[in-house]
């Protein structure tokens, strides 16, 4: 495995002749376990000899992994931490600006396809080193755009897609032939929690930068600098591993690509479930929208109470959905398509809420945090900890595939009963929003002073004399 790296940058990455010899201790297909149905979950001495990397090394793999995953998201969210500057100097509207992030998520929608195609056939490594190297340069440059071009820095947002589709398409399969199991769930959960991390850095970082140095320009140009650092660390590193290798049988044929067109066909099997997301997800949304739009005429509090009707009422369809995974798979789609497009009616509104109860100066910080604990309370965490209760559970029944099934499914019924909590925090939010809005806007209008430091006393009388003393002295 050790000379794995040594292919050119467009050809095979892996050689399908190294796998392992059948025997191998620790590895399955071993002698007496030919016949086996189910394979045996590689130790790390085994993960080790047929991925030719240390555990120690593999584990570092996945935190260069994670920080550059912390720095793409970073990028993408730093132009929103600097968006009202950018409107100023290029002397654009609300819509020019949305039209940033819409170029750039539409070049890595696009692209994204084909760097999955190079990232299933070339060596992975230096693809995203070549990835990594482009968006950094392009993000840079986007920092010295005159105030009279405005289309090149589209432009530039454009490309700088092509670089961050090259990194997110590949890197979780790196993941994937370094560990298996239990393992491969852990790390996954660490990379993944780069993005909500990376996202709220970004916010901050662009806004604070910006402050600091007095140009937002300024806050183009630090993540260029840390893409250097993400390069050098995937160069030396990073080493590529045998797709498949941990997964295979010592007995079974190595595993080679097949054409595009196979793998598309393979895949639109799977997609049913993705399909159904992407149409309830714009049902959702629109619906939602338009409920709390016409609602808000005749009640201030519609919004959280809208929030409040779609979390409580998917709860019992996601439910409905996953106690019949096993008996109809027609009615489990139909109730997840139900219960999905509740759960999205909140999305939009939840945005809308946060921007109308606090200042303007204070908004991307709050998205910032808002983005945090969104993703820290939720699809952060909560792979790992599904993953965890299932095995729990599996752990108490006989093995069987039916026990598999049952304890996923068990421990997946708990999302249910956390959305019903989030309904539950949406009624509460509806006791508080009209006086959060109503301060938000008087403060912004300069007819409410936010207190200070000193604004903690009230005034007594005292030998003979109104004094301004602190309250705790009062109340002591």
């Not at 600091?212 to 300024?218: C, P, R």
């Amino acid at each position: 495995m050790a000379g794995s790296d040594t292919a050119p940058f467009l050809s095979q990455a892996d050689d399908p002749d190294d796998g392992p010899v059948p025997g191998t201790p620790g590895l399955p297909g071993s002698t007496g376990n030919s016949k086996s149905e189910e394979p045996e979950v590689l130790d790390r001495e085994g993960l080790q000899r047929i991925t030719g990397l240390s555990p120690g090394h593999s584990a570092l793999i996945v935190g260069v992994l994670c920080y550059i995953n912390l720095l793409n998201y970073m990028d993408r969210f730093t132009v929103a931490g600097v968006l009202p500057d950018i409107e100023q100097f290029f002397d654009i509207g609300d819509s020019s600006s949305g039209l940033i992030q819409t170029v750039f998520i539409s070049s890595y929608m696009v692209l994204a396809p084909v760097f999955g195609y190079l990232g299933d056939r070339y060596n992975r490594k230096y693809l995203m080193c070549g990835g990594i190297a482009f968006w950094s340069l392009v993000t840079l440059g986007s920092s010295f755009i005159p105030r009279e071009r405005f289309w090149l820095l589209l432009l530039t947002r454009g490309l700088v897609g092509v670089g961050e589709a090259s990194y997110s398409t590949i890197a979780p399969t790196l993941i994937a032939d370094l560990f298996v199991a239990d393992q491969r769930s852990r790390m996954l959960s660490v990379f993944y929690f780069a993005i909500p991390v990376g996202s709220g850095l970004g916010y901050i970082a662009g806004s604070k930068v910006k402050d600091v140095a007095g140009d937002w320009h300024w806050a183009l140009r630090v993540t260029p600098g840390l893409g250097v650092v993400a390069v050098l660390l995937l160069f030396l590193v990073v080493r590529e591993p045998p797709r498949g290798a941990v997964e295979r049988h010592s007995d079974s044929p190595p595993l080679n690509p097949t054409s595009w067109w196979a793998d598309l066909r393979a895949l639109a099997r799977n997609l049913i479930f993705g399909f159904i997301t992407c149409l309830t997800g714009v049902l959702g949304v629109g619906l939602g929208v338009e409920i709390s739009r016409r609602l808000r005429r005749s009640n201030p509090r519609a919004d959280p109470l809208v929030c409040a009707a779609g979390l409580l009422g998917s709860a019992p369809f996601l439910f409905l959905s996953l106690a019949c995974a096993r008996g109809s798979i027609v009615a489990t789609y139909i109730f997840i398509f139900i219960g999905e497009t509740l759960l999205s009616m909140n999305w939009a509104i939840v945005a809308d809420i946060l921007l109308y109860v606090v200042i303007p100066t204070r908004r991307s910080t709050a998205e910032a945090f808002q983005i945090v604990l969104s993703h820290l309370l939720g699809d952060a965490g909560s792979p790992y900890l599904i993953g965890l209760i299932s095995d729990r559970l599996r752990r108490s029944w006989p093995p069987s595939f039916l026990s598999e099934f049952r304890a996923l499914q068990f421990s997946l019924m708990l999302c249910a009963f956390v959305g019903a909590l989030g309904g539950a925090a949406f009624l509460g939010t509806a006791i508080f929003i009209e006086g959060d809005r109503r301060r938000a806007q008087l403060y912004v209008q300069g007819l409410l002073r936010e207190a200070g430091p000193t604004d903690d006393r009230i005034v007594v009388p005292q030998r003979g004399r109104s004094t301004r003393v602190p309250v705790a002295s009062v109340l002591i």
